[in-house]
């Protein structure tokens, strides 16, 4: 892999994919570490070889994405692969710029029943629609009492009207 790297490094992916084909030829957690600074080379790779759902692979692709700003590609991969430590991800995300990369925080919050964070996180960037169904997802009285009552205290009428018709078994 170093002489490939080296040598030609733009048929790198080519030949990983190719010998992960074969069954036990290659350790994709240490192609990972040996790749560590240079991942976006093997992007193509990780991508193949993640229907295994390796931590190590699972992390270094998000990492990629949230490095492109592919919120895309990072919410289907959080949503099919589950091998990864979540609520660091989640954590990460959270402080991200854009608001679909945190977002996706809110969806692994909800993911781990950490209804309240997922919570707070939608009521802080406005997304009243995650709100309200991360409130009706958590099936807690409180959190809906909670939620209502932020929207009668920022006078919004339509989402209080919403919120009860979501969450009205509740």
Do not use: W
């Not at 492109?68 to 289907?76: I, N, V």
């Not at 969806?107 to 997304?127: G, P």
């Not at 995650?130 to 009706?136: F, I």
């Not at 009285?141 to 205290?153: D, T």
Request: net charge negative.
């Amino acid at each position: 892999v170093t002489f490939y790297v080296e040598s030609h490094p733009l048929e790198l992916t080519d030949l990983l994919t190719h010998l992960s084909k074969k069954e036990g030829v290659l350790d994709h957690s240490r192609v990972v570490v040996l790749m560590k600074r240079r991942l976006p080379l093997i992007k193509a790779y990780l991508e193949h070889v993640q229907a295994a759902d390796m931590k190590s692979v699972n992390e270094a692709l998000n990492g990629i994405y949230i490095e492109e700003e592919d919120f895309d590609k990072l919410a289907t991969s959080v949503k099919t692969y589950t091998n990864f430590d979540q609520l660091e991800l989640a954590g990460t995300l959270q402080r991200h710029e854009l608001l679909e990369m945190r977002r996706v925080a809110g969806m692994l919050y909800n993911k781990n029943k950490r209804y309240q964070q997922a919570l707070d996180l939608a009521k802080k960037d406005k997304l009243y629609k995650d709100a309200m169904q991360t409130a009706a997802t958590s099936q807690d009285e409180a959190l809906v009492e909670e939620l209502l009552r932020f929207f009668v205290e920022v006078e919004a009428k339509e989402c209080f009207a919403a919120c009860l018709f979501t969450c009205y078994e509740f």
